[in-house]
């Protein structure tokens, strides 16, 4: 009896567990593909054949990618997987494809990730009501190495009234 | 009793002897007239572009969308709502001279309502859409909309300041009593009314909480005492003159009799100005800035600056001219008094009031507004389209009224042709 | 004496007459069918469907003599149970004045002599945000963001008691069903009272005829919201009322580079707009003046 008592509670913590597991893998959003440079994807077809150095250091290749994003704190391969560069890694150890970057950057910016999946922060396009509704992924807008907007120059100002003039 | 094919006729014949009279004057009517028609011809000239390519010809933008035009309505309602000052003492007082320039008042008083309906049209976008504001047949805003109140109760007084004199008139024109029965209701009604009409176009600036220097509670009350006391002053300057230009008789007495109700408005409309200032200047929240732009400039901007200061200025001028019975019933100063409080009030009531509810607009943007000279001319076209307007009344009016023109007279002329036709 | 009144009684008439038919000439000539038409158009609510479709296809018509362009001219309805408002995130506003013009493109604007905008964005200086006279409309620096500053873009607020709707004489503003404050442009005369009245500078006046450059128009229009308009009469943002009555973003959200825009039903509770409300700081400009807009603010950041 107290075997059977024993073995429920075990598959209710395991049901438990694999409902939080599936929670986050449950999380799909149509977003459309990331926009990586030209030829960079895939990442094996170069580093698949190289050694694996986890040493934190200045690289001397991907010369053009600035890090500015917790810099001090992280590096690299904090978020790109070791072994296999084609997947992002979490913390918890799992691999998630590019293409579902948000669930990494969910991990810091929750409050954002939260507001993102409510559909409120972001580029809004497209129907919101009987269409198709757009996702973006944060990297559309957001440079991941280098996430903060970038100032850009603005339209011209209004005419001031005096200068409003007909065309006759 | 005359039959219905008779009084046509005899209506008919009445209007053609008008004309006469309308056609028929001395060396100064003519050139008078002429000049008129030529202001009138120009303003209609200038209006034509306006009709045309749009009110992008005039100066008001975004930021300013009334400008002179309205301005100018807002003075001239006031001055015909004065009208009724006249009709207070002749029949509420019953102060004998003058009853018989009260006609000649309301005469006036329609001028006026149609320079100012005038004003209105050419400040509107699409005029050709003007039946969408008739009653019944357009679809109006009634009651909650003033500028629909206000077509509604303007037109009424001008049909009042109309039907009162006319009726009198060919009364006096035939001989004959007027029905007091029907014309004492009209004329006493006459004086709600004009109480109305300026209360009403008061309101029409008061009701919107977007422009903080027109929502104030003072503003009715301001514009009723600047009314009282600028309407009667061009009454009285233009009673002398009629009484120089022809054989009206008009007693001093009468002019300064009005005077004196205009020296209690006087004190009204500067007491009125004084709590408004204290109230700004003393809360002194965000919303004194229409009136610092007015009165002190607003970061820079101080262009109505000097027009205030010389229209306050001689607001307080004349007030002391009417105060004192020595400079009031003195027709030199008295005229002086006149003319400096019909200018100070222009400039309080119509640009002093309607272009600072502007500046600063609902997003803080200053935009300057100064009539070009296209709506200048428009402006000067449409006030000499009112006095026309009251010449050729006048014209008709002072003969009937001083007994000079009647049927009496011409019954007079035609009857040797009438007895030649019968004995022929 | 009555030979000379009698010569100059008849040359006045003359003239006078001369001078009214000269005057109406313009009426009776082939024009004047069109005019004849446009004088007595009924008030847009007061027409039948039929009416309706009639006044569309009149105007598709006169639309492509006039511009060379096939408009189609809908009429679509307020969608029952919707309610619109709109978010807007000031603290990732950078001034970047993108929606502004791509409101001028969706909405077939008046690009250039004369302009004629619906949204204006204002600049303030951190700090004081609610005394709007400190704004700044002409900043035009090299890069927004400015550090010192924070932008907030107005337009017509659709408020729910609305000032210009109270006003207007003729009834040629008036609030939709779906909480929208629209404008019937063959019924407006132009009298610019309702300008007088709003808060937010949200109406703007056609001082002269419109002009957009031809190939820019926007073809699929709606009668009450971005169809070509004509020189005096007042126009103001719909929420691109022909987009949202489809499902459609409307224009300035769609164009907003940093996501500071936000739209929705305010009476669908899964709504973005309600996730906003109950979730950020919002606020509504000049909320003692009891307009109740449905334009709420907020900041994140």
Known sequence: ????????????????????????????????????????????????????????????????????HAETMRWCLDCHNPENRDKLRL???????????????????????????????????????????????????????????KPIKPEPPPLKPKEIRNAR | ??????????????????????????????????????????????????????????????????????????????????????????YIYQFGPIKEIVVLGELFAASSIIMALLFVTVDLGRVDRFWHMIPLIGKMNFPSSLLAWDVVVLNIYLLLNLIIPIYLLVKTYYGKEPNKKFIVPLILFSIPMAVTIHTVTAFIYNGLPARPF??????????????????????????????????IKIEDRALFKIAELMAYAMFLNLFFLISEMFKEYYSNTIHIASLKYLYEG??????????????????????????????????????????????????????????????????????????????????????????????????????????????????????PLKMKSESN | MQGRNFTRREFIRNFSMATFFGLSFPFLSSCGKEMVEDFLQKHFLEMTHEEKELIISRLEE?????????FTVSIQEAIPNTLWGYGLDLSRCIGCRRCVYACIEENN??????????????????????????????????????????????????????PCVKVCPVHATWKEPDGLVVVDYNWCIGCRYCMAACPYRGRVFNWAEPNVPKDKWNLSVHYL??????????????????????????????VCPTGSRKFGNLLDPQSEIRYVIQNKRTFRLKEDLNTEPKFYYFFEA
């Not at chain 2, 009084?7 to 050139?31: A, I, M, N």
């Not at chain 2, 509670?217 to 022809?246: D, W």
């Not at chain 2, 200018?343 to 009531?349: D, L, N, P, S």
Request: charged share 20%; net charge positive; proline share 6%.
């Open chain 1, 91 to 149: 913390y918890s150890g799992e691999l998630i494809d590019f293409g579902r970057s948000y669930l990494l950057c969910g991990e810091c910016h929750g409050n954002i990730y939260r507001d993102w999946k409510a559909g409120i922060h972001g580029k809004r396009q497209g129907y919101f009501s009987g269409g198709k509704r757009t996702y973006l992924l944060c990297v559309h807008c957001h440079n991941a190495h280098s996430p903060q907007i």
């Open chain 2, 214 to 247: 027109w929502n104030a509670s003072i503003l009715a009350p301001r514009f009723l005492a600047s009314a009282f006391c600028s309407g009667p002053a061009i009454i009285i300057i233009v009673f002398q003159i009629l009484r120089e230009y022809t054989f």
């Open chain 2, 298 to 415: 607003l970061h820079g901007h101080n262009l109505l600056v000097p027009w205030i200061w010389v229209g306050t200025i001689m607001n307080l001028i004349a007030f002391i001219l009417f105060l004192f019975p020595v400079t009031r019933q003195r027709l030199s100063t008295l005229n002086i008094g006149c003319i400096l409080i019909i200018a100070g009030v222009w400039i309080e009531k119509g640009p002093g009031l309607i272009i600072p509810g502007f500046i600063p607009d609902p997003l803080g943007e200053i935009y300057e507004y100064i009539p070009n000279f296209r709506e200048l001319f428009i402006s000067f076209g449409i006030w000499a389209t009112g006095f026309l307007i009251f010449t050729l009344l006048m014209k008709v009016a002072i003969p009937i009224a001083s007994g000079e023109f009647s049927h009496i007279q011409y019954e007079r002329e035609i009857s």
């Open chain 1, 1 to 68: 009896m107290r075997k059977i008592f024993y073995y429920f509670i075990f598959l209710a913590i395991l049901g438990n567990l694999s409902l939080v597991f599936s929670k986050e893998i449950q999380d799909e959003f149509p977003v459309p593909p990331p926009p990586f440079s030209e030829g960079i994807y895939p990442c094996s077809q170069c580093h698949a054949s190289m050694e694996i150095n986890r040493k934190r250091r200045i690289l001397n290749e991907h010369t053009n990618i600035k890090l500015q």
């Open chain 3, 225 to 254: 919201g971005n169809r070509p308009r004509m020189r005096n009469v007042v126009e103001k943002c719909t929420f691109c009322i022909q987009r949202i009555r489809k499902g459609r973003y409307p224009a300035c959200v769609e």
């Open chain 3, 62 to 70: 006169r639309y492509f003599k006039k511009y060379g362009k096939k």
């Open chain 3, 109 to 162: 604007c008046s690009r250039q002599e004369p302009q004629s905008q619906w949204i204006r964005v204002i600049r303030l200086r951190k700090g004081s945000l609610i005394n709007l006279e400190d704004s700044e409309h002409y900043y035009n620096p090299d890069y927004v963001p400015e550090k010192e500053f924070i932008y907030i873009p107005v337009q017509c607020q659709q408020c729910e008691n609305p």
């Open chain 2, 1 to 90: 009793m005359h039959s219905f094919k008779e009084t046509v006729k005899e209506t008919w014949r009445f209007y053609r002897k008008t004309l006469s009279l309308v056609f028929t004057g001395s060396k100064e009517y003519y050139l008078w007239c002429i000049l008129l028609l030529c202001i009138m011809g120009i303003g209609f000239l200038c209006y034509l572009p306006q009709l045309q390519i749009g009110l992008i010809t005039t100066n008001m933008r975004d930021q300013v969308v009334w400008g002179l035009y309205i301005s100018n309505f807002t003075y001239l309602v006031g001055v015909a709502a004065a009208a009724v000052l006249l009709v207070v003492p002749a």
